[in-house]
């Protein structure tokens, strides 16, 4: 199956169908040595642009819960507090990323993962559910983000 | 230290960071190697007390002056006013690799917030103060180049000001230097580069930013620690810095102008960052990436209780010095705890 692409007005985001999603917008991957790896989705990018400053609040090996905070990211338009896509622990961050974060916007999919942990991935969705949920959230979402630009 | 020259002083970072110490060492090996320059080191600015002989040494200085730092210009620039270094902003050229490549897609710019803070108070001295940050760029070349064009500016703008009839004769020695205004500035002493450096403990402390505080006092009634009190002009300040509790920075997400900053704080914008490209306020994405939908106030309020719970004292939830946010909601009819509201509210307690 093709890849596929939602999207955001003009914009093109990516969604290869060889992983899957989680509705904070980050992808997950299986990796060899059994752990899910973790990075933003193409959406997630085209919303923030370039990445300036990414800093993590919970040390590799924390246990953390689904939802809780783990670090803040800022870009060159966007802030945004981040949160553990699933329950379970945190195993490593990207150390790569952490000095030069471009290759989060260079190679989203690729060198640009975040983190990887030990948990369960039942709460995610595969592409074509991350796309249906990425278009019925598409009008809601603009008029959040257009009610925080213009006043 | 003369008034003809520049005063340089590149305050460090906190800890032992290999890398900080290292760019520190050579950015201060190519300034003093420069003429024309009045070289110090002091540590972090931000812990330093009262007391410490850093903070006396800069209190001497009368002339222009550039400070070096690891903390955003602005937060540097208003610590500086808050410990009575104060001066009028200089513009620094510097734009770090980062701010310069521009969106070409992004048409409209986002409009630039006028400042309507009550700014510094008292006279402000004829002297400009340039704030850089030390994390824009790893080598010593870009800052030199900068504070080559701040002194030519500052010459500039000296010379401009008054004809050239004084001579300072240049002793090398550390002598009472008068200001522009005729009065004498205060006695300097010679201080040795050892008692300069003495280590400070790290401290913990909001910093105003006056050009966007408009003395509402929210601050003032939310903080539960004793941390702001108002001047002889009923003007707010950071009274009691000490009191404030660490890694706390409550107080900063509920000011309206967001004019608190935190200088060592994690997120940039609490921090002093300098936001968007022109000046605008970036997007907030944080609804969208998951969590709890809490807005700055919810996020306040929970660090607050998180503070009272540690001390020993009891969470007080929205219950206390909570802004008025409300105010811009039409009023709807009044219900059963309004009318007890108003039912206790005359009978004056």
């Not at chain 1, 193409?42 to 400053?53: C, E, G, H, P, S």
């Not at chain 2, 734009?95 to 409209?108: F, I, L, Q, T, W």
């Not at chain 2, 008292?122 to 064009?149: A, M, Q, S």
């Not at chain 2, 010095?321 to 307690?349: E, T, V, W, Y």
């Amino acid at each position: 199956m093709a890849d596929l692409t939602f999207m955001m007005g003009k914009f093109a985001a990516e969604l290869p169908v060889d992983r899957r999603y989680c509705k904070n917008h980050m992808w997950c991957a299986a990796t060899p040595e059994g752990l899910i790896r973790f990075g933003f989705s193409a959406y997630a990018i085209r919303l923030m642009q370039d990445v300036y400053f990414l800093d993590w609040s919970v040390d590799a090996g924390a246990a953390v819960a689904m939802k809780q905070s783990i670090g803040n990211i800022e870009t060159s338009k966007a802030v945004s507090d981040l949160f553990a896509p699933i329950a379970g622990r945190i195993v490593s961050f990207n150390q790569d990323v952490l000095k030069d974060p471009s290759a989060i916007n260079v190679d989203t999919y690729g060198k640009g993962w975040l983190f990887e942990m030990n948990g369960s991935v039942d709460s995610t969705v595969d592409a074509q559910g991350y796309y249906d949920y990425l278009a019925a959230g598409w009008e809601n979402t603009q008029r959040i983000l257009k009610g925080q630009m213009g006043d | 230290m003369s008034r003809t020259r520049l005063n340089v002083v590149l305050s460090q970072a906190p800890g032992k960071h290999p890398a900080k110490r290292s760019l520190e060492e050579s950015v201060a090996a190519a300034l003093i190697m420069e003429s024309g320059l009045d070289v110090s080191i002091i540590p972090n600015l931000y812990d330093l007390g009262p007391d410490h002989t850093g903070r006396m040494f800069l209190e001497g200085v009368t002339g222009d002056i550039v400070v070096l730092s690891w903390l955003f210009p602005r937060a540097a620039y208003w610590l500086l006013d808050r410990i009575g270094i104060k001066g009028h902003e200089g513009t620094v050229s510097l734009k770090p690799a980062r701010d310069v490549d521009e969106d070409e897609e992004e048409s409209e710019k986002p409009e630039v917030p006028e400042a309507k803070g009550i700014g510094t108070n008292g006279k402000i001295p004829d002297r400009h103060i340039y704030c850089i940050d030390l994390r824009d760029f790893n080598t010593p070349d870009p800052y030199l180049g900068e504070i080559r064009r701040i002194a030519a500016e500052c010459k500039d703008r000296r010379e401009a000001a008054r004809p050239a009839t004084m001579a300072f004769v240049d002793l090398g020695l550390p002598t009472k230097a008068p200001s522009l205004n005729g009065t004498p500035g205060p006695a300097m002493q010679a201080f040795l580069p050892e008692q300069l450096l003495a280590p400070p403990n790290r401290r913990w402390y909001p910093v105003i930013d006056y050009s966007r505080c408009t003395n509402c006092l929210e601050c003032l009634d939310f903080c539960l620690f004793g941390v702001y009190g108002v001047n002889t002009f009923d003007q707010i300040l950071v009274e009691n810095q000490d009191s404030c509790k660490k890694g706390c920075p409550a107080c900063s997400r509920v000011c309206p102008e967001q004019a608190i900053m935190f200088p060592e704080y994690k997120s940039p914008a609490i921090a002093g960052a300098p936001v968007g490209e022109i000046g605008g306020l970036k997007i907030d994405l944080t609804k969208l990436f998951g969590g709890d939908v809490k807005d700055a106030l919810a996020m306040a309020v929970n660090e607050r209780d998180r503070e009272l719970v540690a001390d020993g004292r009891q969470a007080v939830g929205m219950e206390v010095g909570i802004p008025k946010r409300q105010d811009h909601k039409p009023a709807g009819p009044k219900d059963d705890l309004d009318k007890l509201m108003d039912d206790l509210d005359s009978l004056g307690l």
